[in-house]
């Protein structure tokens, strides 16, 4: 009687089989990365085409700048929620310092930093269902959590020099003067003109404002 070939009791395929299979997946992975090569190439002649349209209807009034820091936006409900979660319960005179820090490893960490190739604001649901934003929308969302997490004072900080820009976050607390930029790693604390300076290089070439939900103010 010839012997019966019984694959599902096998306990693994066969050698042969399995480079087969495996030059079968990695053929297809190199089909699917040629195909969103091919629509992210698209994609990008498309925005350059009507860049200029599309940063008409996102250039932002001083009033719309401060709209778009939004403390109680679900997203960032959501993402307090969570911070919140490691206290039991969150008390801001004692818990806050730990909950910052929270926040700004969050940002920093969890949160990719991507170059936009044309200005375009991406509101917090955007930032958490991308797990990806440019260094202005981090510093906007971070600044969000902050005063979500009950102090008043944050404030995003943007210098500009023609199309650069550098973004962070500042708040105060206790007297003690604290920056956060999460896109290049710092985590400032102490005098306010000391940690500026720390931050901001050649101010007499640069536009420098401050902005929240509340206000807005240039230095």
């Known amino acids: 009687m010839p012997a019966l070939d019984l694959p599902f009791l096998k306990k693994r395929a066969e050698p042969q089989k399995q480079a087969t299979e495996a030059g079968e997946a ?3 992975e190199c089909e699917d990365c040629a195909h969103l090569k091919r629509k992210a190439a698209l994609y990008l002649k498309i925005i350059e085409r009507y860049k200029g349209y599309i940063e008409a209807s996102e250039d932002k009034s001083i009033t719309e ?3 778009l820091v939004v403390p109680e936006d679900p997203a960032v409900r959501k993402i307090v929620e969570e911070i919140k979660s490691g206290f039991r319960p969150y008390i801001y005179d004692r818990d806050f310092p730990k909950a910052a820090e929270k926040a700004y490893l969050f940002c920093r960490n969890e949160l ?3 170059f936009l190739p044309v200005e375009f604001w991406l509101s917090p649901s955007d930032i958490a269902e991308l ?3 440019d260094e202005i929308d ?3 969302l ?3 959590i902050l005063l979500a997490l009950e102090n008043a004072s944050a404030k995003v900080v943007v210098e500009t020099q023609e199309r650069l820009r550098h973004a962070f976050v500042t708040f105060e607390r206790d007297g003690v003067f604290h920056l956060l930029d999460p896109v290049h790693g710092a985590n400032l604390s102490g005098a306010r003109d000391e940690v500026i300076k720390k931050a901001i290089r050649q101010p007499e070439r640069k536009v420098v404002y401050e902005f929240n939900n509340s206000e807005y103010n240039e230095w």
């Open 26 to 28: 990695k053929a297809r």
């Open 65 to 67: 700048l401060r709209a």
């Open 112 to 114: 990719a930093s991507e």
């Open 131 to 133: 797990r990806l934003s």
């Open 138 to 140: 981090k510093a906007i």
């Open 142 to 144: 971070l600044c969000s």
